[in-house]
């Protein structure tokens, strides 16, 4: 196996000038003298556990990418190189260690793996003097699946040898009883949960749908979304299939969309994914307006520049990728594509990192035409290796020192600011950062490609722990419909919502117009008539009072008939007035009907003692004043206190998501201690109001009959309980029936109103058209007289005459 230093430029392969010149005791950390720098230094070699061939026949560029990032790291430490992680040129300012870096094909097996490092840790000790080759690690990195990283943990632990992954996510590997030596620049899939919980809270999503291959990345990235949607208030609806299992998959997908939620969270792998773009784009539930996906970092390749598919076979699987996004971070796209397709030398050394059976297919590989993929893994890795480096800064170590060196590191990295769990060497998610990529089709490209659809894609979102969405302003993130309108999260919901049907509206504003009408023409009879005896009689000052009182109460039906889509806060204003229109225009009716009652009996009272008494009609206003005073106080206070809001009530019916299918509105106040008090204020004063009216009536019950209103007042009362009566019970029924309580409250304004019009105007209408008719009658008749006298004089003056 050949090696070579990440240092720029310098080899320390088989054939090299490096040679060992000593060993740091207790470790694995040789020194080292490279007689063409004239330099000894102290050696850390590193071994990278990675896939990035299928089969050793064509290259895996997402996996190569990864790699790429974990030598472009050792190159980074070896030349000091702060492009990336900001103090590192300050931190390893006259540090004399240098590092090594060797690759070993894994083939995301275990038993590869494991053969592969039992082969490496049992290397034969390299002497003072050997050529620097073929060292035992001081650390090793990977593997790139959880599974491979716990089967080399557990080696690893019986080597004594610190291990370091930068993609393995599975929160076994947080149990140091079969991973003692083991760390991770990525967090438990805990972290990749509370990322996607956090960008769907933004959102606004409840509900979404999770499909996963069953495997351990895929149970235990299941179980962290589990975690974290509980933890936010997210409903996920969880679906497994078999790696390699078309039906398995198709059948996932069929229960995915009889979920009918609109959002999906995709943890699949590139073998897979064909498979779920189709399906899911057949069903409806993929491309699709409406309908939004988000894939884990397993699908970072669809960010490709060279993503393409064909135009004739799979336009379906287009429209399907258009307006995805995928987990990533870009930070380090740009270096390394930079870096990768300019430095031949840096290829070179790249090259010769790897095993012998690998050269063929790396040497023919053209890098300068490959796009390194963003990836969330990327910048992992990069960092994994970062941690590494720094922790070697100790001037002496063994394997546990070592170890603690790695858990205890904090630097600003390539994914977010890093540092670690002391015991369990997992990455804290404290400044972590995630960027989401949006995937489009790129309609301006295909000119380019012909019989090509090719795509772009770009990050308008990252996520932030502890729980911030950041906007890194490179524009809106596109859907599937092609438009920035962030989708629905659940599908429409057919919610009853009880409105007030039309036509009840109509028949209480049929109700309220009669009244008013009824009560304007009261006004204008009392004032036509004022100088009438029938009217003058009965005070028409009061009279007008009256009506109007009842003019207001029949008023209040307007608003009690608002509803929405009004504006809820012409609705909030809609349930005041109600009880400032009813209370009002009760108080000033029966305050009205009390003065007046008042004033005759203070004249009667005169009268009977002998005394001339004047008493006016602004005389006895002041129980009126008084009394609708005290209705405003209390209105105007509980306006302000705690006023009537328009509240929409729940009821118990929900469809599949928890949502209410049913509510109704009311008016009520936030504290229904304060409601029920200013309510039962305001009957207190109003049943004053109505029970002084009555006395008054009972006091003028000896009054002449065209001053005696104690019979009207009496009939008025009658109607008004009886309203009551009837209309309390019905009322209590139709709570949670708007269009019943409507109904009922207008009835009752109705006949409230009319048990007041009725008894006060229609006696006084009998009283003057009968005296009208009386008097038409008497003019009729004295005509008719006249003119019989007339004819009669006439025929004596003719006898007269004719007579000798």
């Not at 590869?112 to 082969?119: E, G, I, M, R, Y």
């Not at 919980?197 to 933004?202: A, K, L």
């Not at 019979?711 to 009886?722: N, Q, V, Y």
Request: glycine residues 6%; proline residues 4%.
């Amino acid at each position: 196996m050949t090696l070579t230093s990440a240092v720029g430029g310098v080899s320390i392969s088989g054939s090299s000038s490096s040679k060992v010149v000593g060993q740091q005791e207790g470790s694995e950390v040789l020194k080292v003298y490279d007689r063409f720098r004239n330099e000894t230094y102290r050696n850390v070699h590193l071994v990278n556990f990675q896939t990035i061939t299928k089969e050793e026949r064509h290259l895996l560029i997402p996996q190569l990418t990864y790699e790429a990032a974990a030598f472009l790291a050792t190159r980074h430490l070896n030349e000091r190189n702060s492009s990336i992680v900001p103090n590192l040129t300050n931190r390893m300012k006259g540090c004399d260690i240098k590092f090594s870096y060797e690759m070993t094909e894994t083939q995301y097996n275990r038993l590869v793996a494991l053969t592969s490092l039992q082969k490496i840790a049992t290397r034969p000790d390299l002497r003072v003097g050997d050529w620097h080759r073929y060292p035992r690690p001081a650390a090793i990195i990977g593997g790139a699946y959880s599974s491979v990283s716990l089967a080399l943990a557990n080696l690893a632990g019986v080597y004594q040898i610190p291990q370091i992954s930068g993609s393995a996510s599975s929160a076994v590997l947080d149990d140091k009883t079969p991973a003692p030596y083991f760390s991770r620049s990525f967090p438990t899939n805990e972290a990749d949960a509370e990322a996607l919980m956090i960008y769907y809270d933004s959102l606004g999503v409840t509900h979404f749908g999770c499909i996963h291959v069953r495997d351990l990345y895929g149970s235990s990235f299941s179980s962290a979304l589990s975690n974290a949607a509980v933890k936010h208030g997210i409903h996920v609806y969880f679906t497994a299939f078999e790696a390699k299992d078309d039906q398995s998959l198709k059948d996932g997908l069929k229960h995915l969309q009889s979920t009918q939620v609109r959002y999906f969270f995709g943890i699949i792998y590139h073998d897979s994914r064909e498979t779920v773009f189709r399906e899911g784009y057949n069903m409806g539930i993929m491309g699709h307006p409406g309908f939004t996906w988000i894939l884990s970092d397993s699908s970072s390749n669809l960010a490709s520049k060279d993503y393409s598919l064909d135009y004739e076979t799979e336009s379906d699987l287009a429209k399907a990728v258009n307006g995805v996004g995928i987990f990533i971070h870009p930070v380090l796209q740009e270096i390394l594509e930079k870096d990768f397709k300019t430095n031949q030398q840096l290829q070179q050394d790249f090259v010769v990192a790897h095993p012998p059976n690998l050269l063929p297919i790396l040497q023919n590989h053209s890098f300068a035409n490959t796009t390194m993929l963003p990836s969330i893994f990327t910048g992992m890795v990069y960092d994994a290796v970062i941690t590494v480096g720094l922790a070697a800064l100790l001037h002496f170590f063994s394997p546990d020192q070592f170890l603690q060196g790695i858990r205890r590191q904090s630097f600003e990295g390539a994914t977010g600011y890093v540092t670690y769990n002391t015991v369990t060497g997992t990455r804290d998610l404290l400044g972590l950062r995630y960027a989401i990529t949006n995937i489009i089709i790129a309609e301006d490209r295909e000119q380019f490609t012909p019989g090509k659809i090719q795509f772009k894609s770009t990050t308008p979102v990252a996520i932030e722990f502890p729980s911030k969405v950041v906007d890194l302003g490179l524009g809106p993130f596109i859907y599937a419909d092609n438009t920035t309108s962030v989708p629905p999260a659940l599908p429409h919901l057919d919610e009853d919502m009880n409105l007030i049907p039309l036509g009840v509206q109509g028949f209480g504003w049929g109700l309220m117009g009669f009244i008013m009408v009824l009560s304007i023409g009261c006004i204008a009879f009392a004032l036509r008539y004022s100088r009438k005896r029938a009217v003058s009689s009965a005070q028409p000052a009061f009279l007008v009072m009256i009506a109007s009182g009842c003019l207001l109460m029949a008023s209040a039906i307007l608003p009690m008939s608002l509803q929405e889509p009004a504006r809820e806060s012409r609705l909030d204003i809609a349930c005041m007035s109600n009880l400032y229109l009813i209370c009002i225009g009760f108080c000033i009716s029966y305050s009205a009907l009390f003065c007046k009652l008042y004033r005759i009996n203070q004249l009667q009272q005169g009268a009977r003692q002998y005394r001339r008494v004047q008493v006016n009609v602004k005389d006895v206003l002041f129980p009126l004043v008084i009394m609708v005073g005290l209705n405003l106080v209390v209105l105007v206070t509980w306006s302000v206190v705690d006023p009537l809001v328009w509240e929409r009530k729940i009821e118990h019916s929900r469809d599949r998501f928890d949502r209410p299918t049913s509510s109704y509105a009311i008016c009520s106040s936030n504290s229904q201690t304060l409601e029920t008090l200013f309510g039962a204020l305001l009957l207190a004063i109003n049943f004053v109001a109505l029970a002084l009216a009555n006395w008054e009536s009972y006091k003028g019950r000896d009054l002449p009959t065209e001053f005696n209103e104690t019979s009207r007042i009496a009939m008025s009362m009658f109607f008004l309980i009886e309203a009551i009566i009837i209309g309390s019970p019905i009322l209590l029924a139709a709570q949670g029936n708007p269009a019943a309580t409507f109904l009922v409250k207008a009835v009752l304004i109705f006949c409230t109103c009319l048990a007041i019009i009725g008894p006060m105007f229609l006696p006084i209408w009998n009283l003057q058209t009968g005296r009208e008719n009386a008097k038409r009658s008497v003019i009729t008749a004295s005509n008719t007289n006249t003119n019989t006298n007339t004819n009669t004089t006439r025929g004596a003056d003719m006898v007269h005459t004719v007579t000798p």
